[in-house]
């Protein structure tokens, strides 16, 4: 089956800066990758997604970018808000299933 | 609003007892899931169904039952076999054979008294 990693599994920006997820997937069929944002005791909320067919999407201050090539696809968020701390997760989708990374901790910092 | 709605938030079961979880959705999707998330760690898949009257065992199954008799409904057990309980519990549901836009509940966190 899928196998997907994270990376980091924690990170600390100060407010105003960048901060970059990675995740990577093993398997080839997989063609959509969305990411979820959950907050302390909620459930995850989809905050991004992209197919196979693009390579780059974004909305405001978040981006995801796919390299099928290498199977990996990233999360960007620029110009950080406190209100950005959350723990992050990618997935990978064949179309049947849903596949998820272990999740990053963010932290902005004040 | 379309949703899912767990209930309850918070869930206190005592050695011995089999407990369960609700999950309502009123989005027409086909497929719903159960999640259990740790602290720490990703979600890992307990059961899924993809149609009413039809589910499958997902990685970490044993100790779990659920049932699937409307489209809507998919309440998971826990059952006294389950030998480590306490967690959070997500229930999601998607649009079937596509595995897009998966929406979550808010959760049921579990705890073993």
């Known amino acids: 089956g899928e196998n997907v990693e994270q990376h980091p599994s924690t990170l600390s920006v100060q407010e105003g800066d960048s901060a970059v997820i990675k995740c990577t997937y093993s398997?080839?069929?997989?063609?959509?990758f969305p990411w979820y944002k959950q907050e302390l005791g909620k459930g995850p909320q989809l905050i991004i997604d992209?197919?196979?067919?693009?390579g780059e999407k974004k909305d405001q201050r978040i981006a995801v970018t796919l390299n099928k090539t290498a199977k990996h696809f990233s999360l960007h968020i620029t110009e950080t808000q406190p209100e950005d701390s959350a723990v992050y997760f990618c997935?990978?989708?064949?179309?049947?299933?849903?596949?998820f990374g272990t999740g990053t901790s963010l932290t902005v910092i004040p | 609003d379309g949703g899912i709605t767990q209930s309850p938030k918070y869930l206190f079961r005592k050695e011995g007892q089999n407990v369960t979880l609700s999950c309502e959705q009123n989005?027409?999707?086909?497929?719903m899931y159960w999640y259990r998330q740790d602290p720490g760690q990703g979600l890992r898949l307990i059961y899924y169904?993809?149609?009413?009257?039809?589910?499958q065992k997902g990685d970490i199954a044993e100790g779990y039952s659920v049932s699937r008799e409307k489209k809507e409904s998919f309440p998971l057990t826990v059952t006294s076999a389950q030998k480590n309980p306490t967690a959070f519990y997500l229930c999601?549901?998607?649009?079937?054979?596509?595995?897009?836009?998966?929406?979550f509940g808010s959760g049921t966190r579990l705890t073993v008294v």
């Open positions: 999601a549901s998607s649009t079937e054979g596509k595995g897009y836009g998966y929406t």
């Open positions: 398997d080839s069929a997989s063609n959509y």
């Open positions: 992209i197919r196979s067919n693009v």
């Open positions: 997935a990978a989708s064949t179309g049947n299933q849903f596949y």
């Open positions: 989005l027409n999707h086909d497929a």
């Open positions: 169904s993809q149609i009413v009257n039809d589910f």
